[in-house]
């Protein structure tokens, strides 16, 4: 599994912006590699990431900002709409020929999309939780956020973007995807 550790861990919103930061990287690791093998590991390293990163905002950051910011509701349900496509999007990606310009061009259109919407949560989501939360619940939120990445899914799931479907059908779903991460691993 690819290491999801940033720089900050005493501030969730800049553990979050750190990832952010690192995704958009990996995904220029993906799109300009030269061999098949690197694009290969790129990618699932950037796939697994993508799936523990949004898995762990669905069940920590998103319920919070729903209760505690203005205009909770419709920011949250903006972004778990633009999470649902982004995981359908990743989905195909997932069973494209990964060496085809089909796969390159439909990976730009992806990390343009989950750039645009990386930039949402910081402008209307996480900005306002930082000035909403004191230091201390900005920390346990970011220890909250790495344990649920330390068990969430490592591939994308549509349809499963709330905290209480993570819940139920997270563990589940995170055992066979890391299953299936090991065996591809070993058949590569």
């Known amino acids: 599994m690819v290491e999801t ?53 669905e069940m920590i950051v998103h319920p919070r900002a729903r209760r505690d910011i203005d205009g909770g509701d419709e920011v949250v349900d903006a972004r778990l709409k633009e999470e649902h496509e982004a995981k359908e999007q990743l989905a195909q990606l997932e069973n494209m020929d990964i060496d085809s310009q ?9 990390r343009d999309a989950v750039t645009s919407h990386a930039d949402r949560e910081e402008a209307e989501e996480f900005s306002q939780l930082q000035r909403e939360l004191d230091a201390k619940e900005l920390k346990w939120m970011a220890a909250a956020v790495q344990a649920a990445e330390a068990i ?3 591939r994308p799931h549509p349809g499963v973007e709330s905290a209480k479907l993570n819940l139920a059908l997270g563990p589940f779903a995170s055992m066979l995807d890391r299953a299936r991460d090991t065996i591809s691993a070993v058949l590569r």
Do not use: W
């Open 102 to 110: 089909e796969f390159l061009d439909a990976l730009t259109v992806f």
């Open 5 to 57: 550790f940033v720089q900050s861990t005493d501030d969730v919103v800049a553990f979050l912006v750190g990832q952010h930061n690192l995704i958009k990287d990996m995904f220029d690791d993906v799109l300009y590699a030269t061999e098949t093998k690197a694009r290969e590991k790129a990618f699932v390293d950037l796939r697994q990431l993508l799936a523990v990163h949004e898995t762990a905002e």
């Open 152 to 154: 969430a899914p490592t």
